[in-house]
């Protein structure tokens, strides 16, 4: 028994060597392995070189930057050529295709030669408070008529129904606002652009629309018959009594120098108040405000003239509007409808 456990000690001491001679051969093994698999990946799999694709891409983005300098060049060129083009153009070639349509104020573009007639449909008096009456409808149905329709259609209506017809704003625009859907209806290709109603101004203090030139020419006239009157009445009187046309003489100097100084004084003042104020004789602020609310809501342009109440703009009478008027408004309507131009 012992002699049997000590031949079994001895076979262990054997073994245990070889035990950890087979794992290293196994250890061994598995590396080769795992070194043949890499090599073996690599090889189907070998790495590109990217340097010579990097510089091919580097090429391409030049070129394409190069391109696209040259094609923005070529786009501001014409554009800058389109607008020298523009420029170049006088108003009714600018507007070409278009209509003013209006009132008296529309009037004025064809009388101060902005226009041509056949670009203004125009009547004095025309009112959107009595658009069948006053011959607005009239004047919408000939445009409608036409063989080619406009391609925008400028509104300038407004003035009589402030003047005139006395409408409160809300009214004003309630009776806008169905002109444009009529407008819109009858045209649905066209354009509508609606401009703001001029102001009314006076050289006079009071703000009389009616302006100064004619009150003077009165009160001219009225001091002239006056003169008369009293020359007259000295020349029968002296036949009469000495004494009488003495006295009647003296009056009549008195009220001749008086009438005088009076036109005098009127004068002055009239000079004085051409060189200075310029006060508002009728307001239409509220009125425009209202045209304003009513192009949102009908998604039409609001073309605003409102600034445009410098003296040069308007004549004596404090309401006619001059020639500067009419190139300073063409040029608002302009940039409000050819947007893509700079108006100069």
């Known amino acids: 028994m012992k002699m049997f ?5 001895k076979m262990k001491e054997k073994m245990e060597p070889d035990k950890v001679l087979r794992f290293a051969i196994v250890a061994v093994i598995l590396l080769f392995l795992i070194g043949a698999l890499i090599i073996g990946t690599r090889m189907m799999n070998p790495r ?3 340097t010579e694709g990097v510089k091919k891409l580097t090429e ?9 300098d040259a094609q923005i060049q070529e786009l501001e060129q014409t554009e800058a050529d389109e607008a020298a083009a523009w420029k170049a153009k006088s108003a009714k070639e600018k507007m070409d295709g278009c209509i003013v349509l209006g009132d008296s104020t529309a009037l004025g573009f064809r009388q101060n030669d902005i226009l041509s007639k056949s670009q203004v449909k125009s009547k004095d008096g025309a009112t959107v ?19 080619t329709a406009p391609q925008k259609l400028i509104l300038c209506i407004g003035r009589g129904d402030v003047a005139v017809s006395g409408e409160t704003a809300d009214a004003f625009a309630a009776n806008y606002k169905s002109f444009v859907e009529q407008v819109k209806a009858a045209l649905p290709d066209t354009k509508v652009y609606v401009c703001s109603i001029p102001a009314y101004l006076s050289l006079t203090s009071t703000g009389d629309a009616t302006g100064s030139a004619d009150s003077d020419t009165d009160s001219d006239s009225d001091a002239k018959d006056t003169t008369d009157n009293s020359d007259s009445k000295s020349s029968t009187d002296s036949k009469s009594n000495t004494d009488s046309k003495s006295s ?3 009056k009549s100097s008195t009220d001749s120098k008086s009438s005088t100084d009076s036109k005098s ?8 108040s051409s060189l200075s104020k310029m006060s508002t004789a009728l307001d ?6 209202a045209l304003k609310v009513l192009c949102k809501e009908e998604k039409v342009k609001y073309v ?12 004596e009478d404090g309401s006619t509007m001059t020639k500067a008027y009419y190139e300073a408004c063409i040029n608002k309507i302009l940039e409000a409808a050819f947007r893509n131009y700079v108006i100069q």
């Open 5 to 9: 456990e000590k031949n079994k000690e």
């Open 48 to 50: 590109v070189d990217a």
């Open 60 to 68: 391409l983005e030049d070129a394409n930057v190069q391109k696209i």
């Open 129 to 147: 408070s009595d658009a069948e009456g006053s011959g607005l409808n009239e004047l919408l149905t000939a445009v409608t008529e036409a063989e």
């Open 248 to 250: 009647t003489d003296s």
């Open 265 to 272: 004084n009127s004068d002055t003042s009239s000079d004085e």
């Open 284 to 289: 239409v602020t509220s009125y425009n405000e």
């Open 304 to 315: 605003d003239t409102t600034d445009l109440t410098d003296a040069s703009y308007y004549g």
